[in-house]
């Protein structure tokens, strides 16, 4: 009898452990999800410097055409959280003035973009197109971000089929493993990058945004790909 209550026991708790460790990954894999995304913000004015409210501004991804939409506040901001990362286009319209499109805009991970709209008095059948310029500068926040894009990811070589190596092309991230070859991918690989002088145990890994690193250490990455 006492050997079937233990068994009984020791089943409960397994089951009581293992719903708590699904909860946990789900919770951080909701977390860590969201912190990956964008932020697009701006404020429309006319040509005369007066702020515009209520005006109708689209967001639309250029790869997928994916919308979403929203509207201006009474002091002319708005602003758009949880875009995933790619280029977008913007459509600002507003009864009585020319239609603005701004195109080619690039949101990388946890970017604060800021993109002004300045309209012009007229018809919204009437529309003007602005093409972005390639260098966009983040004004919205004092952080600093970088991307590695698809195309560099596809052709650059990587220093032993590692990814991490491709953080060495952004300013302020050292190899601290120069001379030789970063490892390859499987369990528990060692990190080697320092990012602003803060040393390899300052790095925060995600994989499809959860979570990626041995919380112990903080110095490797539980899986590799």
Partial sequence: MLIRACHAARDVLGRALAFAVIATCCSVGMVFAQSTTATLNGT?????????????????????????QTTTHSDGSF???????????????????????????????????TVNSTLSVGQVS???TVEAAADQVQTSTG???????????????????????????????????QG??????????????????????GT?????GVWNMNTGNMTQ?????
């Fill in 44 to 68: 429309v004015t006319d040509t005369a410097g007066g702020v515009i409210a209520d005006a109708q501004v689209t967001i639309t991804n250029q790869a997928t055409n994916q919308e979403v």
């Fill in 79 to 113: 602003s758009m959280p949880g875009l995933a990362s790619g280029t977008y286009q913007i459509t600002v319209t507003k009864t009585g003035f020319s239609s603005l499109t701004q195109k080619d805009i690039f949101l990388g991970p946890t970017v604060v973009r």
């Fill in 126 to 128: 009437q529309q003007v």
């Fill in 143 to 177: 952080e600093v971000s970088n991307s590695v894009g698809q195309l560099q990811v596809e052709t650059l070589p990587l220093n032993g089929r590692n990814y991490q190596s491709l953080s060495a092309l952004m300013p302020g991230v050292l190899n601290m493993s």
């Fill in 180 to 201: 030789s070859a970063q490892q390859q991918g499987g369990f528990a690989t060692n990190n080697s990058m320092s990012i602003n002088g803060m040393g390899s145990n």
């Fill in 204 to 208: 925060l890994y995600e994989l499809d």
């Fill in 221 to 225: 990455t539980t899986i590799l790909p």
